[in-house]
């Protein structure tokens, strides 16, 4: 069994201590679910500083299209059953079949924003007037976490990808 080495001890205890402020911040500010914003911290993190900032940014475009579109589809089709279920899992089929297809970085915003309408529009539905509050406070949640989490990243001990691949390559 081997164990971990002394970098990947620091990211967990940075990723851990990133968790903890977004979960915190979350509370103090009376967040509905503050636990979106930990979990946002161990998604976007990663060992490399760019790496982070890189998944966080597209994770932030593809949680803010989503949010958007549920605030754009939601009102007008809650009437129509049918025809928001239809909408709805056009929305996400087409995005997540972009997001397989697009080999580059930005395919997460594809799948973000493929799964964050229905997280947000299908609890909508029994009370539509909702829709919005939702969208905001996801967003603020999701943002809440890679905020910290490129901060915590970048502030404490960054690593970068090019001396480890040196470093490996000698």
Do not use: Q
Not at 20 to 34: C, K, Q
């Amino acid at each position: 069994m081997a164990f971990p080495s002394a970098r990947e001890w620091l990211f967990s205890a940075k990723t851990f201590a990133a968790a903890m402020i977004a979960l915190y911040i979350g509370l103090a500010l009376e967040l509905p679910r503050p636990y979106w914003a930990m979990a946002t911290v161990y998604i976007v993190s990663n060992p490399f500083v760019g790496a982070t900032r890189s998944k966080a940014l597209y994770r932030a475009l593809g949680t803010m299209i989503g949010a958007a579109g549920a605030v754009l589809i939601v009102p007008p089709f809650v009437e129509s059953p049918f025809l928001f279920s239809v909408i709805v899992a056009l929305w996400t089929g087409t995005l997540l079949y972009l997001s397989m297809f697009d080999r580059s970085a930005r395919s997460y915003v594809f799948l973000l924003a493929g799964y964050t309408l229905p997280l947000i529009a299908l609890p909508a539905v029994t009370n539509p007037t909702t829709v919005f509050d939702l969208a905001i406070t996801r967003t603020e949640e999701i943002l809440l976490g890679i905020v910290v989490a490129s901060v915590v990243g970048s502030a404490v001990f960054p690593s970068r990808l090019a001396p480890t691949l040196i470093e490996r390559t000698d």
